[in-house]
């Protein structure tokens, strides 16, 4: 964001730019120059996405419950603490596919021994049968949506629509060179961006192919152990998108 | 009086940690002071608490694991809140599936009461930028919200509500109804006369 007198218009001269996250973070701490505040103030009057994110921070921040929504507040503060410290692989389902597919032989492994071998077996095939339609009809009851695994790890697209992002996804051996994609017909162009694990814009470009190139400034951002994501949005001739922006994480594992 | 966790800022138990005392106090108190914002966020954004204990896991193992990457330029709690919207956002997309409304509904909705085509005004790209203006111009902050939550951000009305903390009748829905309305009185009083930046003077 430049440091001109804001504009006597409702609307911000083209040159002012949205708050970055660390401006973000100045305005709603009060720090900064008061000549830099008014200015901030006065975008932040005429830009409906810098005040939505203003207001949210302040919300986030605050933490502040209504008298509803103590007693839920308290039951899911209660199951964050019930699981920390997280493991360093943690299981999330949309970050680690090797700790995923490690778990999940785990849970495999222990029902297996279970029902291998004595009179014990039957009794615990009964069980977990009447456990496992307990389960089904406490799932189909349930307000909210489940999780969804992606049984075979290979790729989280967190959100793509009809886009397929390829590669790099999950948990990789090498910083990757380039960035590839399963091509649409219609597509005339495609926008790519490398972002960090809080959202912001590391890098963005533009290509009519299948496949970019990571620069090196780019490729030396990516350390072992760091989640990264990329984002992919297509366009047609006209410049008019024609998918929703997909997204897919990776990690460079750490040696 | 003996430095506790208790006595010290996001900030500064970080840098503790940093320092090199892994005896982890440092790291699980400046964790456990952020429980309660992230379950309030995730709790408000679902509206059920088994979902949100879900996601504000997630939002919490993935500032944990990356927590090299805070490099301080802001402070923690903003770092963090990025990171839960970011993952949130996205995560509450993903349940929804298909948008209730895209941007480029908004666009037509608000473009019909001008006498050019509006598939034609969106396709030339100038309807996007006056609608940023238009939304500045007209509406008031809270229903500047809305809108840019759930037009920009594809986020569904009952987690708008739920979120901002709507008390009326009909939550972010009402807001989302006024806010249309001024925006198509204002684009049909401008007779379709939208320029891009610059042109038109």
Redesign the interface.
Known sequence: MNSQPPNSNSVPPPEFTCLSLQELDRYVNAQGSSEWRQHAAAHIEACASCLAEVDLLREFESAEAESHEGKDLDWVVARLEQRWPPKDSPVSVVSDAGSELASEANAVAWWKRLFTGGPIAPAFLLAAVVLFVAAGISVMMRSSPELVVDPDGASHVLRSGSLNLISPAGQIAEVPAELRWEPLASAARYRVALLAVDGSELWSAETADDTIALPDAQRALILPGRTMIWSLRAFDARGKAISPPGEQEFRLRRP | MPITGENLTDEELLLRHRSGDNS?EW??EL??RQ??????????L?????????M???V???A???L??FRM???F???L???????TF??I???RGR?ESSLDDLVVEVTRSTEEDPLEQ??K?LVSVAL??L???E?D?LE??V???HY?E?LPLPAITR???LENQSGAKAFLVSAKRKLQRAASRKDARIYP??AGD
């Open positions: 982890g790291l699980n964790f456990r429980f309660p914002r992230v379950a309030l966020w995730c709790l408000r679902t509206g059920d608490r088994d979902a949100a204990a879900e504000a896991q997630e919490i193992v993935r944990y694991q990356n090299d990457s330029e802001c402070r709690s903003t770092w809140y990025s990171i839960a919207r970011h993952q996205n995560r997309r993903r349940m948008p969106t396709e790209g940023d203006e939304i500045a111009s509406l902050a500047q919200k809108v840019r939550l920009y594809e979120l901002l903390q930046p610059g």
